[in-house]
């Protein structure tokens, strides 16, 4: 009889999308790892491939499928190699995925990767393995307790999931289902783990964050039941809604010190009519109304969103309503996107504007959401900020990490600065980062 250890076996998970689905990456290999797992970089070396899919983005299940076209050169080199496809892509297509590719051996829906043990099992007895449920069972008390492995300084944590506001562009009420949210003794326990593993900065995360109710107090609750976590030195949320910005949130943003001057908060449009059509709930006034509030209560708050050009039904009237919007609001940074077809989502089945029309919208308004953001980054030249510092840079000596206000900034330090948060100043501008100089004492 041999007594030599099995080797362990190689997993690979390439993940696409929000925040959430690199949270859901984690706890997917931490599930795994309990079957003999351990992840690795490079898909050749891997024993089972997993893509976890994002259905936000154009053509998403095109990807997805082009993706395994890809790789089926791996599975031809080696035919144990499992496939899986997990995420929004699979909650949608569910098996579809597998008539339209026969090398997937499994698929999940984000909801029941915690079943992703018991799927292995069946994979490797031959079989197929599809779980596009919205189980009953939590799957967040049926995973495995998070490593405690050394981690690096930031991380997520999912808090809710699913949406009950049903945009009419989003697919995310039909692929993550209704608002779930976690109670917050179990966020508290796992936000302590993560700090135990040498995490320092921790993002909550959810479809609509701040609708959070697993705690008396809502988001805000949780918040300061965070604020007395040892070791955490700062917490972030993402995404959330401007109908779910309540005053106790608001008040969290300028009275506790462990909350960052940053916020997510997406208006798509600065039209109230497209805002209706969009089933937005909210109103152009209503939102820069809200915002004035936010910044009364943190003035040098640093304000992100998202827009969505091209509409269907948007005419060149909502559009200039929107650079308006935008011109009054003033962002530090935001994404843009032209609007495309979710199969499923009344929007879709609307007539669609000209492609050469979103086009020209979407250059003049990434243009003015540039010059914002150029404006913003420069204004912080001869500032002091707080970085928390989290590798190393491209050049010798040169370590990187986030400001308060998310802005990546680089500057000389020793390696041992990882970990810590320290002062900088800044002194230069970039395109997307800003460089500067430690000013304290380690």
Not at 163 to 175: E, L, M, N, Q, S
Not at 273 to 281: F, Q, S, V
């Amino acid at each position: 009889m041999s007594d030599r250890t099995p080797a362990p076996k190689k997993l690979y998970i390439k993940t696409y999308g929000c925040q959430m689905n690199v949270y859901d990456s984690e706890r997917m290999a931490e599930a795994l790892g309990g079957k003999g797992y351990v992840e690795t970089k490079s898909p050749e070396d891997a024993d089972m491939i997993l893509l976890n899919t994002c259905h936000i983005r154009e053509k998403a299940a095109e990807k997805v499928y082009s993706e395994l076209g890809r790789m089926k050169a791996l599975k031809d080199e080696k035919p144990d190699l499992k496939f899986g496809v997990t995420g929004c892509v699979a909650q949608a297509e569910g098996e579809e995925i597998m008539r339209r590719q026969p090398m997937v051996d499994l698929v999940v829906g984000p909801q029941s990767y915690h079943r992703l043990p018991a799927m292995d099992e069946a994979v490797q007895a031959g079989k197929k393995a599809l779980d596009t449920d919205f189980p009953d069972d939590d799957k967040f008390e049926t995973l495995t307790k998070r490593s405690k492995a050394k981690r690096g300084p930031t991380a997520f944590l999912t808090v809710q999931e699913g949406c009950d506001k049903f945009c009419a562009f989003c697919v995310v009420p039909y692929t993550r289902g209704a608002e779930v949210s976690r109670p917050a003794d179990r966020i508290i326990r796992e936000a302590n783990e993560l700090v135990e593993s040498g995490v320092r900065e921790i993002t909550l995360l959810g479809q609509n964050v701040n609708a959070y109710h697993g705690h008396d107090g809502g988001l805000a609750g949780l918040i300061w039941d965070l604020d007395k976590v040892d070791g955490l030195e700062r917490i972030r949320f993402t995404t959330s809604h401007p109908n779910d910005m309540d005053d106790a949130l608001i008040d969290a943003h300028g009275t506790c010190s462990k909350l960052m001057p940053y916020l997510h908060l997406p208006v798509q449009a600065g039209s109230d009519r497209i805002l209706k059509a969009m089933n937005r709930k909210h109103t152009a006034e209503s939102y820069i109304r809200l915002i004035e509030r936010i910044r009364g209560a943190r003035p040098d708050l640093l304000l992100s969103g998202d827009f969505i050009v091209g509409f269907p039904g948007e005419t060149d009237q909502d559009f200039e309503d929107t650079m308006s919007l935008i011109c009054e609001v003033h962002y530090g940074q935001a994404y843009s996107f032209k609007y495309s077809t979710r199969p499923g989502t009344p929007a879709a089945e609307k007539p669609q504007l000209p492609e050469d029309v979103m086009n020209e919208r979407l250059q003049r308004l990434q243009s003015l959401l540039r010059e914002q953001q150029v404006e913003t980054q420069e204004s912080m030249v001869g500032r002091e900020v707080s970085v928390l510092f989290e590798k190393a840079g491209r050049e010798a000596g040169q370590m990187i990490g986030k400001s308060e206000y998310l802005h990546a900034v680089f500057a000389e330090a020793p390696m041992d600065v990882i970990g810590q948060v320290r002062k900088v100043r800044i002194t230069r501008s970039e395109s997307n980062s800003l460089g500067g100089i430690l000013t304290d004492a380690p």
